[in-house]
């Protein structure tokens, strides 16, 4: 395993210098390829038993790298490597279209994101981690900066970038705390003596591991660098940030949270509830209100990490509460939704890269028609669609559906704070389910199966293989585990039973099905190829009864559509804005949306040449939170300017006013 490790990292590098610096884009695909499946190949040995722990000694001991895989590193590696390995052949055909600078920086810096994304996980040790870390962040800004030249990019870039260094200096912090406390920098000696240490250090260390980790995987309030960065990056590096590596920050968190930090007090499963309440609430909310494609899955990121962010608070409440069932239910729940969201938000990020591709562009208004000139990419985001939104029998629903079920116990069982929690984080996730179907109509609707509203829209054609097959693939396992849920809910069973050290699993498999068992008495069944069967039975049940209905009424005539006596065309179909403005009339208290009209009039004041509307939102958290935090850093940053006068001698007096005052702290 060992080797296919070394074998996995070697040909990412070799994918980096074959398709960055010679610009060979076949020779990098491959190669890239090649280390996805050497690195999945020893995390599949590694869930199944056989673990790794390797040290290299390439630096003084404080600073020597250390891998290991216990089962749950194992999974998230396996994770990036089979997104990856897709992501790999898709970005093969799309950055034919790019400039050559440009394709050689993707092709360099894509195979570099996707070791240090592999790596992270395998990281025992601080300096292993941070090395990864750095690198993980490095390669996705670079990524991100494509086209520079743009101005949008720059800022986007800029914001991506000090958030995630903010969030890389709360962790510093809590690594450092660890380290000083426990005397070493391995994980395995800090998750042994973190129980010794005080409660408010493991506390101080949660909060900060939460903010660090929490700016990683944008959740809610620390979003803001998503939905600005996902839109500008090329379409497979988008689909590689919100379904790889996101998740790559959660495991941080699962990693700190249970293994190392271990039990803690209730409010740190009350505040990981709360947190992923507000993010799939407030990021579904603001989906429904985009209109650029790739900026809409970007927000419907935040969400659904809001709902792998509920079930690990589920876990954490239970941990808490004593209920090692339950959070073996939740975890399981909260791992489940993660391969869920790399596999069908991967592949909508796949399909909007591809109708971008196609020269239909990102905006929704602009699209119409594309099922139709585009059937497999069509097709496959029909299917990631109805995944996300959460319709059985896909995958999504299986995973939502085991959400529930840990809510609904944790209402049952956990006492009045939680069961209070628990009702209330159930009717969030049942809006933010019921939000989430009503804005992939919208995308579904306006895109593929609208009449084309622009002349790029009508000249829109199917992408190459590369391209639509990799869709493809990933909306095909999207399927298979929501029809066949126990080939994921065994290993995820076990893989909770080690994080969590109970000995028992929350979720057990039974052929095609998921049964869900708990001591008290309840259990819950989901069979989904039974309930795909009753609704195939009645559904020919219907056309058959249909037919016999047409048959027996005789012929009928067939006319044009009604149109208010008017011709129907383009402008006769629901656009986007208007599907969204219900929405947000009724939440105007949350978008708080401001509309702007100007009325040109012509010689009469009665009869008006033009009418235009401007109308927009800022999100709350912008308007509130980050516009008054930067104008209070550029009044600083201004009245610090002050002090650079440029005189030589003003500088040796701060020294020495500093020298001095430093001198006097230490005595």
């Known amino acids: 395993m060992s080797a296919l490790l ?11 210098l074959a398709g960055g610096w010679r610009s060979n884009r076949r020779w990098g695909v491959a190669l890239a390829v090649a280390g996805a499946l050497a690195l999945g190949a020893a995390s599949m040995a590694a869930l199944g038993g056989a673990p790794l722990a390797v040290r290299l000694h390439l630096g003084p001991p404080p600073f020597a790298l250390r891998i290991a895989m216990p089962p749950l590193s194992a999974l998230f590696v396996l994770l990036v490597s089979a997104v990856g390995a897709l992501a790999s052949v898709y970005g093969g055909g799309y950055v034919t279209h ?19 994304m592999s790596l992270v996980p395998l990281a ?72 010794e240490l005080a409660a408010g250090l493991r506390s101080l260390v949660f909060v900060l591991m939460l903010l660090g980790f929490g700016s990683k995987a944008a959740l809610v309030p620390m979003h803001v660098w998503l939905p600005r960065a996902h839109p500008v990056a090329p379409s497979h590096v988008s689909g590689l940030m919100s379904g790889v590596m996101l998740k790559v920050a959660l495991y941080g968190f699962v990693l700190f949270a249970f293994t190392v930090l271990g039990p803690g007090p209730l409010w740190w499963g009350l505040a990981m509830l709360g947190l992923g309440v507000l993010s799939a609430v407030l990021g579904v909310l603001y989906a429904l209100m985009e209109h650029d494609l790739k900026r809409l899955l970007a927000y419907h990121s935040v969400e659904n990490v809001g709902i792998i962010a509920i079930g690990l608070g589920v876990a954490l409440c239970a941990v808490h509460a004593r209920l090692p069932l339950l959070a073996a239910l939740a975890l399981v729940a909260a791992l489940y939704h ?30 119409g028609g594309l099922l139709a000139r585009m ?153 989904p190829l039974a309930l795909v069967a009753v609704v195939a039975v009645a559904s020919a049940a219907l056309v058959l009864a249909s037919a016999a209905s047409s048959r027996s009424r005789g012929p009928s005539a067939v006319a044009a559509p009604w149109a208010c006596g008017g011709e129907l065309g383009v402008g006769s179909q629901y656009s986007a804005t208007a599907y969204a403005k219900p929405f947000r009339q ?26 235009t509307y401007d109308g927009h939102i800022t999100p709350v958290f912008d308007r509130y939170l980050y516009a008054p935090a930067l104008r209070i850093v550029l009044a600083l940053a201004r009245a610090g300017r002050r002090l650079q006068s440029g005189s030589l001698r003003l500088y040796l007096g701060y020294i020495l006013v500093a020298l001095v005052l430093l001198l006097a702290f230490v005595r």
């Open 586 to 611: 009724v939440f105007s208290l949350v978008y708080q949306p401001q509309r702007a009209v100007h009325v040109e009039s012509s010689v009469h004041p009665f009869f008006r040449r033009r009418v």
């Open 338 to 367: 993660t391969i869920n969201h790399a596999l069908f938000k991967t592949a909508l990020f796949f399909d909007a890269g591809a109708i971008q591709h196609a020269g239909a562009g990102r905006q929704l208004d602009d699209m």
């Open 98 to 116: 790019l400039p050559s600078p440009k394709r050689r920086s993707v092709l360099f810096f894509a195979p570099l994101f996707l070791a240090a």
């Open 375 to 527: 059937p497999w990419t069509g097709t496959s985001m029909l299917v990631a669609a109805a995944a996300i939104a959460g319709l059985p029998p896909f995958n999504g629903f299986v995973s939502e559906w085991l959400t529930y079920q840990s809510l609904l116990r944790l209402a049952v069982r956990g006492g009045h704070p939680l069961a209070l929690a628990g009702f209330a984080s159930v009717l969030a996730l049942a809006l933010t389910g019921g939000l989430a179907a009503a804005c992939f109509l919208k995308v579904t609707g306006v895109a593929l199966l609208a009449r084309p509203r622009t002349e790029r829209a009508r000249g829109a054609h199917e992408v190459p293989p590369s391209m639509w097959g990799t869709a493809s693939a990933l909306a095909v396992l999207c399927l298979v585990f929501g029809l066949l849920p126990g080939l994921l809910a065994a290993p995820l069973a076990s893989v909770a039973s080690d994080v969590l050290h109970a000995g028992v699993a929350g979720a057990m498999h039974a052929g095609s099905a998921v049964l869900l068992a708990l001591p008290w008495g309840h259990s819950a069944h989901l069979a």
């Open 124 to 195: 025992a040790n601080l300096a292993t981690f941070l090395l990864a870390w750095e690198g993980m962040s490095l390669a996705s800004y670079a990524l991100v900066m494509t086209d520079a030249e743009r101005p949008e990019v720059v800022r986007s870039g800029y914001i991506y970038l000090v958030m995630t260094h903010a969030g890389a200096v709360c962790l510093l912090a809590a690594f450092l705390l660890l380290a000083g406390a426990t005397g070493s920098m391995d994980f395995a000696v800090w998750a042994a003596r973190a129980p």
């Open 6 to 16: 070394l074998a996995g990292f070697t040909a990412y590098a070799l994918a980096a």
